[in-house]
């Protein structure tokens, strides 16, 4: 039954990715994140684009619909699977992390960590996410402060939001999501410097945030941490 769950969810975000590519391709360097039009199509992504981005939903929502504990949470991580490629693909091509999309995901955890703790009593969970949270927005925002230039509030804003979501499961998850996104952008900061030749590159961290959330996810029951 889980896996035909699974299955489905999965399905599901790839349709979803159809629209989710559209918004992702017509976000400016500012302004309000807003559908254009025919999103319905796709429209601006080209086809390639569409394709790849409903394949990384699909996969990731379904894989994070296997991992993650039936509950009323599972729908913010299903959806938390869908905007999160269209977040990568923003800050990859406009180096930016609009507020509104990191906020309708915060919002979208809060919500269902606060139902889940009425229909289970486990209100810990939800206090255990939102300290979490905070306490890696707090950090986060130190670091851009101490160090201006490297990190923008976007990044700020998405790596408390992820430790929000992570910290539901458990506060080592949330460690280990935060610690993996670093892991891996510091593998693609190396990689591109050895490509450089050895001169410095800047590459924004949105993608690899996200990249540890799902790794985290994934492999959080097989170390035993959730």
């Known amino acids: 039954m889980t896996s035909s769950l699974a299955v489905v969810a999965g399905l599901a975000a790839a349709a979803a990715g159809i629209p989710a590519a559209a918004v992702a391709c017509s976000v400016g360097s500012e302004g309000p994140v807003r559908f254009p039009r025919r999103w319905w199509k796709g429209r601006p992504a080209t086809r390639g684009i569409i394709v790849a981005v409903s394949a990384i939903a699909g996969l990731s929502a379904g894989l ?87 990190l923008g509030l976007g990044d700020v804003g998405l790596a408390g939001t992820i430790a929000t979501s992570l910290g539901w499961l458990s506060p080592a998850t949330a460690a280990l999501g935060f610690a993996a996104g670093c892991a891996v952008q510091m593998m693609v900061v190396i990689g591109m410097t050895w490509r450089a030749r050895g001169q410095g590159v800047k590459l924004p961290l949105g993608p690899a945030l996200l990249a540890g959330w799902l790794l985290a996810i994934t492999t959080s029951g097989a170390l035993g941490l959730s």
Not at 69 to 87: E, I, M, T
Request: glycine share 10%.
């Open 64 to 150: 994070v619909w296997v991992r993650v504990p039936p509950s009323p949470a599972r729908l913010a991580f299903w959806l938390f699977a869908v905007v999160g490629v269209v977040l990568a693909i923003i800050d990859l091509r406009r180096r930016r992390l609009p507020h509104s999309l990191t906020g309708s995901l915060w919002i979208a955890c809060l919500g269902s960590f606060v139902v889940d703790a009425l229909v289970t009593g486990e209100a810990h969970r939800l206090v255990v996410a939102v300290v979490t949270g905070v306490f890696v927005a707090v950090l986060m925002l130190g670091v851009a402060l101490g160090f201006p230039g490297q």
